[in-house]
């Protein structure tokens, strides 16, 4: 310990109620030797203290508190503390400053907040993780922000010895790892002090006490299970059941209708569908099993998370959706009836996707000839057309004529 340590080191004094409330006695003799932290002892990095999570450490405030170790510690501190503890980090027990959120809640003025903060942090209960700054980041699209402060809960060693705690390691990442004798019987005492007599009233039963069992009474029979060879505790059902994963098809719906799907198929929808989230922003605060029912259309169809990325920024949204997977389920809703529209008025229309396509499947002579017999009935019709309105100055003689001269042959008359 150095000079300055050693000179403002003092013995725990008797506890006040509040350590006594919280089921934990310090002697006055006891003999263990605090001294203020100050300075950069309060950086998480020179700290002798250890990390805590909220419930110890607020075991620990509460002690530290009652046993008078800092003159301008008292229930203002707890109050803090408490609201610090409320918002902390359930394992690693790190907490947000936020000296304007504290403020507003625990109704205390800011010079107030302020001053017990510092207050834990001189007894050893809170360290500096990030030091907060009022300098600009200079963040894209916003005007001013600052560093916030973040700290972390701790306990004090003088906590520890007086808990009777063996500890492995220093500084912020010891643990503790045992508890010494005294701090043994210390823990019994103070269960002991706590356990209260259970008091089960007599009750005012008026029946016999040599009474006798329920009787059994109607119950359902579950029927065995029929075994077969070959399929040990399974039922014939199920053991005629096809184990063969079923054929992938493309489902717009996100229903359990349809196929069965396969622990392979989920677990490769499952991790196609976090990639796309990663990649996709507007689907980021969807949860994981959601987005995957949602995207199973894709999945089932065989889709890669490059495709499906690409398909659903295809879509070209500029806003966010409140529930993403519902959006999806939509739009690929919207999709099938769309396409559902459109093979019905093919069907009205008799449009033949073979025969439009027979055309350029067909050899090059053929081709050559269907060309000129559609050209031949297009010309009788317009030629039928224009007589019919009276203008009919172009004979069928000049009409071969000029076709042939058009595709370089000779018409035939």
């Not at 950069?40 to 607020?58: C, F, H, I, M, Y």
Request: aromatic residues 6%.
């Amino acid at each position: 310990m150095s000079a300055v340590a050693a000179e403002a080191a003092v013995v725990i004094p008797p506890p006040r109620s509040e350590a006594a409330e919280s089921g934990v006695a310090v002697s006055a003799g006891g003999g263990f030797g605090f001294a203020v932290v100050r300075g950069r002892q309060q950086d998480v990095v020179r700290t002798g203290s250890r990390r805590a999570e909220p419930r110890a450490w607020l075991r620990s405030v509460v002690w530290l508190v009652g046993a008078g170790l800092h003159p301008k510690a008292g229930p203002t501190t707890l109050v803090v503390a408490r609201d610090l503890a409320s918002r902390m980090d359930f394992r690693r027990g790190i907490v947000l400053y936020g000296l304007d959120g504290m403020v507003r809640r625990t109704g205390l003025s800011r010079a107030t907040v302020k001053r017990h903060v510092a207050v834990l942090r001189e007894l050893g209960a809170l360290v500096w993780l990030v030091h907060g700054s009022k300098r600009n980041l200079s963040l894209p699209g916003r005007a001013y922000t600052a560093t916030a402060t973040v700290y972390g809960a701790v306990i004090p060693p003088v906590y520890d010895a007086a808990m009777g705690h063996r500890l492995s390691g220093t500084g912020y990442e010891a643990r503790v790892c045992g508890v010494t004798d005294a701090g043994r019987e210390r823990a019994v005492a103070a269960a002991a002090s706590k356990a209260k007599p259970v008091d089960n009233r007599a009750v005012d039963n008026r029946s016999s006490a040599e009474c006798e069992p329920h009787s059994l009474g109607r119950y359902h029979r579950s029927p065995e299970a029929e075994v077969e060879r070959g399929s040990k505790d399974t039922s014939r059902q199920r053991a005629s059941r096809s184990t063969t994963p079923p054929h992938l098809q493309k489902s717009t719906t996100s229903t359990s209708e349809g196929p069965r799907r396969s622990a392979n198929q989920v677990r490769r929808s499952v991790w196609i569908t976090r990639q796309v989230r990663a990649r996709v922003n507007w689907t980021q605060r969807e949860r994981l099993r959601r987005l995957e029912v949602a995207l199973r259309p894709f999945t089932d169809a065989g889709w890669d998370a490059d495709t499906i990325t690409a398909e659903l920024h295809s879509w070209m949204l500029t806003w966010r959706p409140a529930r993403p997977a519902a959006f999806i389920r939509a739009q690929l809703a919207q999709q099938a009836a769309a396409v559902h529209q459109a093979e019905q008025l093919d069907a009205a229309e008799g449009w033949d996707e073979d025969e439009a396509s027979a055309a350029f499947t067909a050899s090059r002579p053929d081709l050559v000839r269907g060309v000129l017999d559609g050209l031949a009935q297009g010309m009788a019709a317009y030629s039928a057309r224009q007589a019919a309105q009276g203008l009919d100055d172009l004979t069928g003689v000049d009409a071969a004529a000029d076709m042939a001269a058009f595709l370089g042959t000779e018409a035939s008359v």
